[in-house]
């Protein structure tokens, strides 16, 4: 009797708070719109699971992940599985950057010199709080005290909602600096699979289509895939031209080139490019009103068209990624699937829309509004959305 009193206390307690519900057994919060359900966990703000129908009407789940949350926190490969790199995501050259006249010294977690995704107790590694959820909206808040990624001064509020509409994801990312400027950048890492590893004739994304109508520049990458300060055009029929017409990931893979084109070892795509049009503004909330990228599986017949408010992407084949050991989720086949039931080289793509990849390391590209955050210097706001449709 005494016990039960006490739990009732507690939920009534938690009720009048206006406490958020708790998540189902996995560890997932789950919201739904027509044509969309997707879940979430606390951990890394991740995306774990986004099921929309394929051109049958079977709901696909199209991200990468695993079956709970707690294999998040565990996994040491650490693929930033649908998370929230941050408070700076991707590099930062030789670990080290100057701001305001003084130089910081950032962790050295990504071989041989530099810093990625803000090191190991980046915004990915976190348990961000679940401040609201209701039935078509999360969003979490995470306080990232000053310097507990090293080299990263004052304190910044970080805040993500994801919300769904009738075949719609939307990504809205926030983050305040109160006390102290510093770099801001952030991103949203999902892993895509728009067949979501059924097509039994092929697991990779080498035949789903791609483009990018805008981006015609890209970031030149040294012999370590560090940012080198040069920015180059991308010639029409090149190996990165997803501007001119869409093709395959794969369309190039027998071109000279293709093993080492944006990193050295492996083949594909983990390139950085620019976003290029005259609407654009990265400091509008609002995402422009085109396509910045669409991807297409002609198999499922699913497509997601993106719209962003960023300058840039940092994007990724997944060619870097060890065969046979990241298992793939139950949601799409598990082991022992029509697949090997391992997520193979080539078997998604990332797509994370952000400003000019390491652009705290090279003040002539004159980003600084964008990646510069404090005090006086306004709200930082990433803003995405995904539209889905098959045929
Ligand atoms: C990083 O260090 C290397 C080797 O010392 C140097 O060549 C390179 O210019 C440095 N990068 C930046 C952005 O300072
Ligand atoms: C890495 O840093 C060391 C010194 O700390 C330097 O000798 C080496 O050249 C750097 N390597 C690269 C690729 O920048
Ligand atoms: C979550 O909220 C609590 C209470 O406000 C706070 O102490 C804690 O720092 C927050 N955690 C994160 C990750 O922001
Ligand atoms: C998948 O398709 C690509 C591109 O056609 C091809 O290179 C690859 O070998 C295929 N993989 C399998 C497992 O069939
Ligand atoms: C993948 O696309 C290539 C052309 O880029 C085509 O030759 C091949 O048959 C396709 N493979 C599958 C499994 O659809
Ligand atoms: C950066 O690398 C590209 C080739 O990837 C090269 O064309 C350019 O000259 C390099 N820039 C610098 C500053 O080293
Ligand atoms: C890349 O593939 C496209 C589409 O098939 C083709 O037009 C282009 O010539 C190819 N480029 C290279 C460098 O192979
Ligand atoms: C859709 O249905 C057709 C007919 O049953 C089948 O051949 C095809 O494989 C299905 N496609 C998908 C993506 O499930």
């Not at 980046?122 to 000053?146: A, K, M, Q």
């Amino acid at each position: 009797m005494q016990y039960f009193g006490l739990v009732l206390a507690f939920s009534w307690l938690a009720f009048v708070q206006g406490k958020v519900p708790p998540p189902s057994p996995d560890g997932k919060y789950t919201i739904e719109a027509p044509g969309i359900k997707a879940s979430f966990i606390p951990y890394s703000a991740a995306i774990t699971n986004l099921f929309v129908p394929d051109h049958n009407g079977t709901l696909r789940d199209l991200v990468l992940g695993y079956d709970t949350a707690d294999e998040y926190a565990t996994d040491k490969i650490h693929p930033n599985y649908g998370a929230i790199p941050g408070r700076y995501a991707n590099r930062i050259a030789n670990a080290t950057y100057e701001l305001d006249g003084v130089r910081y010294y950032t962790q050295r977690n990504n071989a041989p010199n530099s810093t990625m995704h803000s090191g190991t107790n980046g915004w990915s590694y976190r348990v961000w709080n679940v401040t609201d959820v209701c039935h078509d909206s999360i969003t979490f808040t995470l306080r990232d005290e000053p310097f507990s990624s090293e080299g990263m001064p004052g304190l910044v509020l970080g805040r993500v909602t994801y919300s769904v509409k009738p075949n719609t994801w939307i990504i809205s990312i926030e983050a305040e600096a109160t006390t102290h400027r510093t770099p801001l950048m952030l991103t949203n890492h999902a892993y895509w699979q728009l067949d979501a590893f059924a097509n039994p004739y092929n697991d990779t994304v080498l035949n789903h289509t791609f483009s990018m109508p805008f981006s015609k520049r890209q970031l030149a990458y040294d012999s370590v895939a560090e940012v080198n300060g040069t920015i180059l055009h991308i010639p029409q029929h090149s190996i990165n031209d997803f501007w001119s017409s869409p093709k395959h990931v794969g369309a190039n893979a027998s071109a000279k080139g293709w093993i080492g084109n944006c990193g050295p070892g492996f083949g594909g795509y983990d390139c950085a490019v620019t976003i290029d049009h005259d609407h654009l503004n990265p400091k509008n909330p609002q995402p422009y009103s085109q396509p910045v990228a669409t991807l297409r599986s002609d198999w499922s017949g699913i497509q997601w068209d993106m719209y962003s408010n960023q300058a840039g992407f940092a994007f990724t084949s997944c060619g870097f990624f060890p065969k046979d050991i990241l298992p793939v989720k139950k949601t799409q086949g598990g082991p022992g699937s029509a697949n090997d039931g391992f997520v193979p080289t080539y078997g998604c793509l990332a797509v994370e829309p952000q400003d000019w990849t390491s652009g705290i390391d090279y003040p002539e590209w004159g980003r600084e509004p964008y990646q510069i955050y404090g005090p006086e210097n306004g709200v930082y706001r990433n803003e995405v959305v995904y539209k889905f449709s098959a045929s």
